[in-house]
């Protein structure tokens, strides 16, 4: 994500790969002796993570769209190069910092519009419904993109639990806001803590995913540990980290990134490349990892290649007003 920035004569981020992250990768992936997973390793038994974390296998999602043939983002890339403003705006902040972030214990709080409220301890959460492996591409609004499989369950699964009342036309997203945990806090670059929310059919489309885990392994704290969503037909910034409350509303909610900058972030933020961010084109966008610093760029797909499985979710509304 960016923030309004009065220098509009700078190159676009989309533009850029930093070299660090470029460097970082072949490192890295040297170190580890390995390349990004082919199509057949993945069939062989996944991409590989990093290693070090709790294995969370889950099997292969049989649901359409949750397995995109694309190649997956190495690890050591989709581990390193993070939005997680809380612990700072650099991509490698995350990475460096969030090892402050305790994930347990961690209680998921679902309350609101429903007949079955709850606190849920995020070992129970993560049992409450059987955990699958998704290959989802994730798209940011910056221009970038990676492939990652991810290990959860739909969302629906919780949300179905809670019973929401008739009342309940939004699912409202909060996540950990903690200055003792999160260095990026006393920045005032956002309102914390980080809010997001969904229409209640989004949040039931089956693609949303509950996300605990990435490549067979728990989420690494940078990637929003213990707890996320993702949601693979929006831009990143939909998909929030280290979620502590799920409250269903009536009225729409106002998103953090909607607050802080309304023209440039609506709520629906949809993957669209038809719609360009008010500063930059959303029509192509740069592989993380894969593409080199010279290296074209790819052409972006509606709804992130998932208007199959989302476009009827938006029949006849107009997606440029509602960007
Ligand atoms: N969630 C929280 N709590 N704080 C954040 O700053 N950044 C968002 C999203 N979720 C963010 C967040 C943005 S802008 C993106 S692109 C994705 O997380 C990045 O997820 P990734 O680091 O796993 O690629």
Same mark, same amino acid.
């Given at each position: 994500?960016?923030?309004?920035?009065?220098?509009?004569?700078?190159?676009? #981020?989309?533009?850029?790969?930093?070299?660090?992250?470029?460097?970082?990768?072949?490192?890295? +992936?040297?170190?580890?002796? +390995?390349?990004?997973?082919?199509?057949?390793?993945?069939? $062989?038994? !996944?991409?590989?993570?990093?290693?070090?974390?709790?294995?969370?296998?889950?099997?292969?999602?049989? +649901?359409?769209?949750?397995?995109?043939?694309?190649?997956?983002?190495?690890?050591?890339?989709?581990?390193?190069?993070?939005?997680?403003?809380?612990?700072?705006?650099?991509?490698?902040?995350?990475?460096?910092?969030?090892?402050?972030?305790?994930?347990?214990?961690?209680?998921?709080?679902?309350?609101?519009?429903?007949?079955?409220? !709850?606190?849920?301890?995020?070992?129970?959460?993560?049992?409450?419904?059987?955990?699958?492996?998704? %290959?989802?591409? +994730?798209?940011?609004?910056?221009?970038?993109?990676?492939? %990652?499989?991810?290990?959860?369950?739909?969302?629906?699964?919780? %949300?179905?639990?809670?019973?929401?009342?008739?009342?309940?036309?939004?699912?409202?997203?909060?996540?950990?806001?903690? &200055? *003792? @945990?999160? #260095?990026?806090?006393?920045?005032?670059?956002?309102?914390?803590?980080?809010?997001?929310?969904?229409?209640?059919?989004? *949040?039931?489309?089956?693609?949303?995913?509950?996300?605990?885990?990435?490549?067979?392994?728990?989420?690494?704290? @940078?990637?929003?540990?213990?707890?996320? %969503?993702?949601?693979?037909?929006?831009?990143?910034?939909?998909?929030?980290?280290?979620?502590?409350?799920?409250?269903?509303?009536?009225?729409?909610?106002?998103?953090?990134?909607?607050?802080?900058?309304?023209?440039?972030?609506?709520?629906?933020?949809?993957?669209?490349?038809?719609?360009?961010?008010?500063?930059?084109? $959303? *029509?192509?966008?740069?592989?993380?990892?894969?593409?080199?610093?010279?290296?074209?760029?790819? #052409?972006?797909?509606?709804?992130?290649?998932?208007? *199959?499985?989302?476009?009827?979710?938006?029949?006849?509304?107009?997606?440029? &007003?509602?960007?």
């Amino acid at each position: 994500m960016l923030i309004r920035t009065p220098f509009p004569h700078e190159p676009q #981020p989309s533009e850029i790969t930093p070299r660090s992250v470029y460097l970082n990768r072949r490192s890295a +992936l040297a170190g580890l002796g +390995l390349a990004a997973a082919s199509p057949l390793a993945l069939a $062989q038994g !996944g991409a590989p993570g990093g290693g070090k974390l709790a294995k969370l296998p889950g099997a292969r999602s049989a +649901l359409a769209g949750a397995m995109v043939l694309d190649k997956p983002t190495a690890y050591a890339d989709a581990a390193s190069y993070n939005n997680f403003y809380e612990f700072g705006t650099d991509k490698s902040d995350p990475a460096e910092r969030a090892h402050t972030l305790k994930t347990r214990p961690w209680t998921v709080v679902v309350e609101g519009e429903c007949a079955k409220p !709850g606190r849920y301890d995020i070992d129970a959460l993560l049992k409450l419904s059987a955990q699958e492996e998704r %290959i989802y591409r +994730l798209r940011c609004v910056e221009g970038w993109s990676m492939v %990652i499989p991810w290990v959860g369950y739909s969302l629906s699964e919780l %949300i179905k639990r809670a019973e929401p009342t008739g009342k309940a036309k939004f699912v409202e997203f909060t996540t950990l806001a903690d &200055r *003792a @945990q999160m #260095p990026g806090l006393r920045s005032g670059v956002l309102d914390w803590p980080y809010v997001e929310a969904l229409r209640m059919d989004e *949040a039931m489309h089956p693609l949303a995913l509950l996300t605990f885990g990435m490549y067979g392994e728990v989420l690494p704290n @940078q990637n929003g540990a213990p707890v996320r %969503i993702v949601l693979p037909w929006k831009y990143g910034f939909k998909s929030a980290k280290s979620i502590v409350k799920i409250r269903f509303v009536e009225k729409q909610p106002r998103s953090s990134w909607e607050q802080s900058a309304p023209q440039e972030y609506g709520f629906y933020s949809n993957v669209n490349p038809n719609v360009p961010h008010p500063r930059w084109s $959303q *029509a192509t966008e740069r592989r993380i990892g894969e593409d080199g610093l010279f290296a074209k760029k790819r #052409p972006t797909l509606m709804f992130n290649g998932y208007e *199959a499985q989302v476009g009827q979710l938006y029949a006849g509304m107009d997606l440029k &007003r509602f960007y």
